[in-house]
């Protein structure tokens, strides 16, 4: 069932080349060990796990789903995942990135995120458990007591306990201000929490000891809306002093969602009767500290989507290079055979450059972003980290729009490369597109995060994070915008920047009059901010390859052909997201709901 091999040369050309994370790691004291052996080593690691371990179980995983059992209200993961986890738990993989106060191995985020690049690529749904558990411990970490601390925290980076985020319920996803559980105080400090919580992720597995649930829900009296909201840590089995798991804390789940794809991972519905859970940081304030772990998972989310990009990416070229239909147009090239491989017909090449392009724009882009988190939270300078945090949440919301858009793109440009045979099951491709549709959902749909991005990011500050971060971009430009052989590259990212210094100066004064025009502008205007962002990154590659590309490598030939493509027939499509993100909001509301 096709393959999965780890990009790590583009990774190390990312890691090292690029972004000269070796050098960068330096001036963060908690890192300054971390040099280039001991990334390469983690890579090779990581890539020998996630192929051998867990891309055999993906298609199997895809078809023999979760299983619920309403009697004992369990629920029993696909063949080979708990095995599976109990590899990676014994393999120290989920300590990776943690803080060795708790157990952690204290590597940097920055390489966490190329594991986790690796993982989705294997193995999508099976990647969640882990990937929901590293949330829970941020939160916690950021947000809990002294005491949840050293009793939970050890746990989630061990691995033996996973975690889940519970915020949506029936009547509520997006708009969490009208939930409903509720939890009352018990005298000994705990709250008992009653409610209902759909969709969970999660929820209820078998592949661990014990679950951390962490719940939104109202205290007594709570101000309406979200300003009325408290985070609770829920745990299935209540632990004792020592870290045993004791008693079974009301928490069930109450079924299991048949859905569209990752089918190996169980979305749940919670019923919470009386519960007992301990508050996470202040009461009513539980949607900031939920934040933390909403961050985490959009980040994640496009990390989901880098995978998908990749692991069809690599599969379609492989199918490309071996199916033979049709002669090139330019006469044979495989004359001895029937036909030529369809590698030859240039929209066959259209499509795969599309994944590749997107796959290598994506991992640049957030190894940058990962590596931003590690200067926020452990660059010695306030100033610093102040920066590289206001950077991370500007670009958050690209991490998750942007590159699960173009997943979806991607994973099935990769689907239509394998013709009638991509639309099969037996080939696996129609899994990756139907995987790769609900990471534009969950974690907040692609529409909250372009309203995200634009209303409370950009012009909630008045366009000061993005300005900053379009220092870097001009001061790119400037320094090679002399070198005529990189003007291929360095005129289309000018020339977004300044459209993109425009676009915004333009809806901000629109939104001014109308509040919806930020509503009917927001979509199309993330795709063009996200194609800015790659512009930047495929322009800087574009540079060092150009420097190599007599080096005798052809990586690099690859590269400096791969940015082209990007800048020709991917980057152009601004001119039309501009257009309509400028056409305003009448078009879209000068019918009534009933004319409709
Ligand atoms: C497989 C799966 C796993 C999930 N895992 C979890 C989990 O682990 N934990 C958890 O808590 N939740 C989880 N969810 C829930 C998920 O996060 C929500 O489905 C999502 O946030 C959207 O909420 P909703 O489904 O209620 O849609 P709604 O909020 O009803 O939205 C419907 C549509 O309206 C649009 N819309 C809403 N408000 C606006 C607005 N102001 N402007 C423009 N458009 C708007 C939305 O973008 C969307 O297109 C999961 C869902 C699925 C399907």
Redesign the pocket.
């Known amino acids: 069932m096709g393959q999965y091999v780890a990009p790590i040369r583009d990774m190390q050309f990312v890691l090292h080349e690029l972004l000269k994370v070796e050098e960068e790691l330096k001036a963060l004291p908690d890192y300054s060990e971390v040099d280039a052996d001991i990334i390469n080593q983690v890579l090779e690691e990581g890539g020998k796990f996630t192929s051998e371990v867990l891309f055999p179980l993906n298609h199997s995983g895809d078809r023999e789903g979760c299983h619920y059992d309403g009697a004992t209200k369990t629920v029993t993961t696909p063949k080979g995942f708990k095995e599976a986890y109990k590899q990676y738990v014994e393999g120290g993989w989920a300590a990776l990135a943690c803080d060795p106060e708790y157990g952690g191995q204290g590597l940097p985020v920055v390489m966490n995120n190329s594991f986790y690049e690796m993982l989705n690529s294997s193995n999508q749904a099976w990647t969640m458990y882990p990937g929901?558990s590293h949330g829970a411990y941020e939160c916690l970490k950021e947000h809990g007591t002294d005491e949840q601390k050293k009793l939970y925290l050890p746990k989630l980076v061990s691995g033996e306990w996973t975690g889940?985020?519970?915020?949506?319920e029936p009547h509520?996803?997006?708009?969490l201000g009208m939930l409903r559980s509720k939890a009352l105080p018990q005298a000994d400090g705990s709250w008992l929490i009653t409610g209902n919580?759909?969709?969970?992720?999660?929820?209820e597995h078998d592949m661990s000891e014990n679950i951390l649930h962490l719940v939104l829900a109202r205290v007594p009296d709570a101000p309406e809306g979200s300003k009325g909201i408290s985070l609770f840590l829920v745990p299935k089995f209540l632990p004792n002093a020592d870290g045993s798991v004791g008693e079974r804390n009301p928490i069930f789940c109450g079924a299991i969602?048949e859905?569209m794809g990752?089918h190996g991972?169980s979305?749940c519905q919670m019923n919470l009767d009386g519960a007992k859970g301990w508050i996470i940081g202040q009461p009513n304030k539980g949607l900031q500290a939920m934040f933390v772990f909403m961050n985490a998972a959009r980040l994640g989310v496009g990390m989901q989507s880098l995978g998908l990009t990749e692991v069809a990416y690599q599969n379609a070229l492989i199918y490309a290079k071996d199916r033979i239909q049709m002669r090139s147009l330019t006469g044979p090239k495989n004359p001895e055979k029937p036909a030529d491989p369809i590698i030859v017909h240039p929209d066959v090449r259209r499509m795969l450059l599309t994944g590749k392009a997107y796959a290598e724009g994506a991992r640049a882009f957030t190894s940058y972003v990962a590596l931003q988190i590690d200067r926020e939270l452990h660059h010695p300078d306030a100033d610093v980290r102040k920066e590289a945090g206001d950077e991370v949440a500007l670009l958050t919301p690209i991490v998750k729009a942007f590159i699960t858009d173009n997943a979806w793109i991607a994973t099935s440009e990769a689907m239509q490369v394998y013709g009638g045979h991509g639309y099969i099951s037996e080939w696996g491709m129609e899994q990756y597109v139907r995987d790769a549709r609900?990471n534009l959902?969950?974690?907040?749909?692609?529409?909250?995060q372009s309203?995200d991005l634009l209303g409370r990011k950009i012009l909630g500050d008045n366009g000061a994070k993005l300005r900053k971060f379009g220092e870097k971009i001009k001061a790119f430009v400037e320094e090679n915008g002399l070198d005529e052989n990189l003007s291929e590259f360095i005129t289309p990212l000018g020339d977004l920047g300044e459209k993109v210094t425009k676009l915004t100066m333009e809806i901000g004064m629109k939104a001014f009059q109308n509040a919806d025009e930020v509503?009917a502008a927001a979509v199309p205007y993330l795709r063009v901010v996200g194609h800015l962002v790659y512009s930047y990154f495929f322009a800087q590659m574009a540079k060092i390859a150009l420097e190599k590309q007599d080096s005798g490598d052809n990586f690099y030939k690859t590269k400096l052909a791969t940015a082209r493509f990007y800048f020709a027939r991917l980057q152009p499509e601004t001119a039309t997201l501009i257009r309509q993100a400028r056409s305003g909001s009448a078009n879209l509301m000068a019918l009534d709901a009933d004319l409709f």
Not at 164 to 168: A, I, S
Not at 197 to 203: C, D, H, L, N, R
């Open positions: 929901l889940t985020m519970c915020l949506t509520c996803g997006t708009d919580k759909i969709f969970i992720s999660a929820g969602e859905k990752i991972n979305t609900i959902i969950y974690e907040g749909t692609n529409t909250v309203l509503g």
